[in-house]
């Protein structure tokens, strides 16, 4: 079991150019959960997905931010124009549902740099 | 909204001394409550969780009892060693109450631990 593998481990943008992130969850789990970390506003919730259907976007910035998950393999997260508050870690999440409130499953992110 | 209320921002221990970290919770009704720890350069992984009132959840010598009197979930461990030196994070779900499966996390607490 490899874990929950997210690419590229660090990632530099200039101001205003776009970043892609991936994720590839545990095999065989059924959600896929997206999570942003800085010092200033801690561990915040972006999006997720089940069974590859998008359920809750709530903390989604309403701007220049979108998720998809294409196939049960993989998620991406886009983010256009990149700004210099977009720099943190973003971090990628996997769980299997087993009827109560569940384990995820945390890859070790993503560090992005905005010039 | 849910949040989750960390007291001690650092704390700062030497081996063999008594660790508590304060967690308080505001939800309505029986959310899960979680303790997560997260390594330099690691995502979060879980330690454990508790889903009813005054149910101890438990993992390598640290412990929290669900106390939804004092809407609590208290992590403590009795004698601290130096590779628990991490950062602790206490989170809410509230899946179980038929709402999202996102973490609401708490703004976590560094521990470290000098032998």
């Known amino acids: 079991n490899a874990g929950v593998i997210q690419t590229p481990r660090h990632k530099v943008t200039g101001k205003g150019q776009e970043a892609t992130l991936w994720c590839e969850p545990i095999?065989?789990?059924?959600?896929v959960f997206w999570y942003r970390q800085t010092i200033v506003q801690g561990l915040e919730f972006l999006t997720y997905f089940r069974n590859q259907a998008p359920i809750d976007d709530s903390g989604m910035p309403k701007e220049r931010f979108s998720a998809q998950m294409p196939n049960q393999s993989h998620s991406t997260l886009k983010i256009q124009s990149t700004q210099p508050q977009d720099s943190a870690v973003y971090l990628c999440?996997?769980?299997?549902?087993?009827?109560?409130?569940?384990?995820?499953?945390f890859g070790p992110g993503t560090r992005l740099t905005v010039l | 909204g849910d949040s989750v209320t960390q007291t001690e921002g650092q704390v700062a221990l030497s081996e063999e001394d008594f660790l508590t970290i304060h967690c308080n919770y505001s939800a309505s009704g029986y959310p899960t409550l979680f303790w997560y720890v997260q390594y330099p350069g690691e995502g979060p992984q879980l330690l454990f969780r508790a889903s009813r009132d005054k149910e101890k959840g438990s993992s390598r010598g640290f412990e929290a009892t669900y106390d939804k009197g004092t809407t609590s979930f208290h992590l403590r461990k009795a004698s601290v060693q130096e590779s628990d030196s991490a950062v602790y994070y206490c989170a809410l779900s509230d899946f179980n109450q038929g709402g999202s499966a996102k973490l609401i996390f708490g703004e976590g607490t560094k521990l470290t631990v000098s032998s």
């Open positions: 999440a996997s769980s299997t549902r087993t009827g109560g409130a569940e384990e995820q499953y």
């Open positions: 095999s065989g789990h059924s959600a």
